[in-house]
């Protein structure tokens, strides 16, 4: 049996001074554990054709084989940093022309990609496949009634996780949303502004219009948005198939305080019609969202209005509120759901949690017991834990989200940057964490995904350079080096340790 520690050194040795390993690293660089190496798949500005640019700020990643060495890569594009996607120098004005650049920048990206003789994977330009979906394209609402006055709305932007049906289609989650077009106030009648002030230039485009999950056919580039998966700053949408066809679709709102979701469709192969839940931990109930409810009846016009204010709608009828909920992945060696919690500073949570949720039955199961699965801080060697992805031996590999303006710093400062965990399941290490890459700075890693034979974890390196207060005072060059802008990329990391890790069992 392979023995771990002699490749790796466990986080928990890092309390008792002896932690002999590259991390914590706050290295402006992609650093990886002996045994690994990684190449760049594609990049922020790169062409999949000659009208269609990879976006930026790459999160979620679905791989969908096509062949034995080929593949279709889905790519969520989350946020636009203005000073690196559109030319805009800080506090100068913005135009409408910038903002039409940036919202070519997030949504998605449907790339070709193929492993070439020698193992290395390489996008395929100008592929038939590739494809974009944007802050511009046109989707329809998947949903019998007018969403804010719309059968059909443009685009989708704050994509941040997502998930894969069993028929095949990409679900992609639409999470800070207010930082594009604001938010509305159904009680003050009011719209907020954004971060990003998009809604100055386009306000037409109405907040009610986004925060929802959204189904792509990566065939066609379609798409159509879901309200009946609610609206919230969704993290991810995690399927697990029923016997008879039927979904059921995990879902967090990663905000301070967020509920916990699920979704369970009426009909087997399609995700519309269903019913949305919301988790309430203290009775262990899935409770259900619908205007029939005393606790909801005469609060919302109809039932359209009930899920564009699904956050308020959870707690009336006692959702619970948790530590931002992000990540969510299905545990294949106990069947346990797993949620990751951020953290919540206000409440004094700095470093997080993952959570485990066991359903009293099958996923559709409307009761469940609860328990912690593993807790962040400085013993475990791990803070702000956030997107997760089983390997085959069932080996839990999980990214830190530390923010970056508090990388580095108490009560951070021993963590380094932020980096990629595993923890091991079997063999004479299970239960250990151990780092097995740190992070270029300002960083997070998001997105992990295992090719299906296991050789390669596609990773995206998410907002490198964050924290550049001007183009002349980058705080990283990666993956350029020199003086070049950050970029954020998709990297393909391969190497024995991969190998090893999944042959302990
Ligand atoms: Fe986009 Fe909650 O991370
Ligand atoms: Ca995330
Ligand atoms: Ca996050």
């Known amino acids: 049996m392979p023995v771990i520690p002699s490749l790796l050194t466990a986080c928990t040795s890092r309390s008792g001074g002896v932690d002999s390993s590259a991390f914590p690293s706050s290295k402006d660089e992609l650093i990886l554990s002996d045994g690994l190496s990684y190449k760049v798949l594609i990049q922020e500005g790169d062409m ?75 996008f395929v330009k100008n592929d038939p496949i590739n494809n974009r979906l944007t802050a511009a394209s046109m989707i329809p609402f998947e949903w019998p009634e007018l969403v804010a006055g719309n059968r059909s709305v443009r685009g989708t932007l704050a994509n941040c996780s997502g998930g894969v049906t069993p028929w095949g289609t990409i679900l992609t989650c639409e999470e800070n949303y207010d930082n594009f077009y604001g938010e509305y106030d159904y009680v003050t009648d009011s719209r907020t502004r954004s971060k990003l002030g998009w809604e100055r230039f386009f306000p037409d485009h109405l907040p009610q219009h986004y925060g929802w999950v959204v189904e792509v056919d990566i065939r066609t580039g379609s798409a159509k948005k879901h309200p009946g998966l609610g609206r919230m700053a969704h ?5 697990k198939a029923l016997a008879d066809g039927r979904v059921v679709i995990y879902t967090g709102d990663d905000q ?11 009909e087997a192969g399609k995700i519309y019609p269903g019913n949305l839940y919301v988790a309430n931990m203290d009775a262990g109930k899935w409770e259900l969202l619908d205007i029939a409810r005393p606790e909801l009846a005469g609060k919302f016009a109809d039932q359209t209005e009930l899920l564009i204010r699904t956050r308020e709608a959870a707690l009336l009828v006692g959702g619970t509120q948790l530590d931002r909920p992000e990540d969510i992945e299905i545990d294949p060696l106990t069947g346990d759901v797993l949620v990751s919690l951020t953290n919540n500073k206000p409440k004094g949570v700095y470093h997080g949690s993952i959570l485990k949720i066991r359903e009293e039955g099958d996923y559709d199961a409307m009761t469940f017991v609860h328990d912690t699965f593993l807790t962040g801080g400085e013993e475990s060697g791990f803070s702000c834990p956030d997107n997760m992805a089983f390997d085959a031996a069932g080996n839990l590999w999980f990214c830190s989200d530390i923010s970056d303006d508090a990388l580095n710093k108490p009560p951070y400062d021993k963590f380094g940057n932020n980096g990629l965990f595993v923890l091991i399941r079997n063999g004479v290490d299970a239960g250990k964490i151990f780092q097995v890459a740190s992070a270029p700075n300002d960083a997070e890693f998001t997105g992990p995904c295992f090719a299906p034979d296991g050789e390669t974890l596609f990773l995206c390196v998410q907002h490198p350079g964050e924290g550049s207060k001007n183009l002349s005072d980058l705080t990283s060059n990666w993956p350029g080096g020199g003086t070049t802008i950050p970029r954020s990329a998709v990297v393909a990391i391969q190497g024995d340790l991969l190998r090893t890790l999944q042959q302990v069992v």
Do not use: Q
Request: net charge negative.
């Open 48 to 122: 999949l054709n000659d009208k269609m640019v990879f976006g930026t700020e790459n999160d979620y990643l679905a791989f969908i084989p096509t062949g034995s060495d080929e593949g279709i890569l889905w790519v969520n594009h989350e946020f636009v940093n203005p000073m690196f996607a559109s030319g805009w120098e800080p506090d100068k004005a913005r135009h409408r022309d910038m903002i039409t650049t940036e919202m070519h920048m997030v949504g998605g990206s449907i790339v070709k990609i193929k492993k070439e003789w020698g193992g290395d994977w390489k």
């Open 235 to 239: 993290e991810c949408a995690t399927v």
């Open 256 to 266: 301070d305080n967020g509920c916990v979701f699920k979704y369970v469709s009426l």
